[in-house]
C-alpha cells in the first residue's frame, strides 16, 4: 500500500516550457486535490476532483490544468511554464466521511523550478 | 484575504514542557478545523480535528481547543518531544468538509 505517489520528484524547466506532474493513489479514495506550497502562504487549492472525470477550479487555477481520466490518477500540467510557478506541489486524496470531514492524505511533493 | 492565519512563523520550547499553537480565522462559514503536521522533504501528515460543534479534542498528548466566539483555535502537545520539531498547518472547512484552506504554517523546534 504506497498511499499517495508524486512523478517527479523534481523538476527543473524553461520559461514556456510543458510538462505534466502524475499523482496516483491506490486508496480507493473519490476526492483528489493539487496544491502548491510557497514560503509564508502555507499550502493553496490549485485544482480538485470529486470523482473520475470530474474536475474543479480551486484558489488559484490560472495557468494549470487537470485531467482525472482513471479514478486512481489526478494530472497536473502546466502548458507554459513561468518563473511564478517556481513551487512545491503536493498531491492530495480522501474520501467521504458520514457526518465528518474527509482527512487529506498528501504525496510527498514535486519540487518545481521554472528559470 | 487570508481566511486563516497562523501569525508565529516559528515557536521553540524545551523538551516536555508544553507547546501552544495558535490560528484565527475569518470565515464564519467553517465548521471543521484540522492540524497538519510536516518533516521536511515530506507531505503534510493529519495529526487532529475538530468540528464546530465541540470546543475541544484530546488524542493522546494533542489536544485542539475552538473558541468559536473568538474565531481562535490553539494545538497544545504536552509533553513535548524533539520529535514533534515540524511545520505545524491549521486548516479549515466548510460543511462541505471537502475543500480545505490553510494557514502559513508555525515551524516548532523542541529542543532537548
Known amino acids: 500500500n504506497a498511499g499517495v505517489t508524486q512523478t517527479p520528484k523534481f523538476r527543473v524547466l524553461k520559461t514556456g516550457q510543458s510538462m505534466t506532474l502524475l499523482c496516483a493513489q491506490d486508496?480507493?479514495?473519490?476526492?483528489m486535490y493539487w496544491y502548491r506550497q510557497d514560503p509564508g502562504m502555507g499550502l493553496r487549492l490549485i485544482h480538485y476532483?470529486?470523482?473520475?472525470?470530474?474536475?474543479a477550479k480551486g484558489e488559484v487555477p490560472d495557468g494549470y490544468n487537470v485531467s482525472r481520466l482513471k479514478k486512481q490518477n489526478f494530472l497536473l500540467g502546466l502548458e507554459s511554464a513561468a518563473p511564478s510557478q517556481t513551487s512545491v506541489y503536493f498531491c492530495?486524496?480522501?474520501?467521504?466521511?458520514?457526518?465528518?470531514?474527509?482527512?487529506?492524505?498528501f504525496g510527498p511533493g514535486t519540487r518545481l523550478t521554472v528559470l | 484575504d487570508q481566511q486563516v492565519k497562523q501569525n508565529s512563523p516559528s515557536l521553540s520550547v524545551q523538551e516536555g514542557r508544553i507547546s501552544i499553537l495558535n490560528c484565527d480565522y475569518t470565515?464564519?462559514?467553517?465548521?471543521?478545523f484540522l492540524w497538519y503536521k510536516k518533516y521536511p522533504a515530506e507531505g503534510p501528515t493529519f495529526l487532529i480535528s475538530?468540528?464546530?460543534?465541540?470546543d475541544k479534542n484530546e488524542d493522546g498528548r494533542f489536544t485542539v481547543f475552538l473558541n468559536k466566539s473568538a474565531k481562535h483555535l490553539s494545538l497544545h502537545i504536552v509533553p513535548s518531544q524533539p520529535g514533534d520539531s515540524a511545520v505545524y498547518f491549521c486548516?479549515?472547512?466548510?460543511?462541505?468538509?471537502?475543500?480545505?484552506?490553510f494557514g502559513e504554517g508555525t515551524q516548532l523546534t523542541v529542543n532537548p
Open positions: 492530495a486524496s480522501s474520501t467521504r466521511l458520514a457526518g465528518g470531514v474527509d482527512t487529506q492524505y
Open positions: 476532483s470529486v470523482g473520475e472525470g470530474t474536475t
Open positions: 486548516a479549515a472547512s466548510d460543511a462541505s468538509g471537502s475543500r480545505l484552506t
Open positions: 475538530i468540528s464546530s460543534i465541540k
Open positions: 486508496m480507493n479514495h473519490e476526492y
Open positions: 470565515n464564519s462559514m467553517f465548521d471543521y
